[in-house]
């Protein structure tokens, strides 16, 4: 299995500009979350979705950013216009629902820097 | 609602000496506890877990964490330190009710010395 698989593993954009990032959860999972990590704030869980249906997006920071899950294969988070402090890596993870645990699967995440 | 707390945002230890980082939680339903690690550059990755089976739960390197109730604590401990055990720890928790969240505390350096 190839695990969570995100793209672009390094995003350099300007300020103002529309940045999405992907992720391809891992076969057969069907919750996905988007996390944030950065030196100030640590980990904070942005939103995640329970078969494609975002259940919690308390944690989305403002109207700039927003995620969908067309399918159960792909995610996107979109942040439009983006700012120099949304500079972060941005954690995908996904989860089967039939765990029992909830144990999450990490991917290698992405790191955006706006200049 | 859920809640971690991690004591000290970075240990030091030598190697070969025991490590302990410090997990405390606070929760209003029985709770799922989880110990990932995460080496520089990579996501993070299950050291182990505590679902309300044994209560001292062994992991994978050699870590181990111990629940307990009455202190609201998931202590992660390893005997022997190695210089690859050098990496950000993070504790985290989530309700026993499949399909919620996992709430992650803000993580621990850990620094290994020979």
Known sequence: ?115 | AQSVTQLGSHVSVSEGALVLLRCNYSSSVPPYLFWYVQYPNQGLQLLLKYTSAATLVKGINGFEAEFKKSETSFHLTKPSAHMSDAAEYFCAVSSNQAGTALIFGKGTTLSVSS
């Open chain 1, 1 to 115: 299995d190839a695990g969570v698989i995100q793209s672009p593993r390094h995003e350099v954009t300007e300020m103002g500009q529309e940045v999405t990032l992907r992720c391809k959860p891992i076969s057969g999972h069907n919750s996905l979350f988007w996390y944030r990590q950065t030196m100030m704030r640590g980990l904070e869980l942005l939103i995640y979705f329970n078969n494609n249906v975002p259940i919690d997006d308390s944690g989305m920071p403002e109207d700039r950013f927003s995620a969908k899950m067309p399918n159960a294969s792909f995610s996107t988070l979109k942040i439009q216009p983006s700012e120099p402090r949304d500079s972060a890596v941005y954690f995908c993870a996904t989860r089967t629902g039939t765990s029992g645990s909830n144990e999450q699967f990490f991917g290698p995440g992405t790191r955006l820097t706006v200049l």
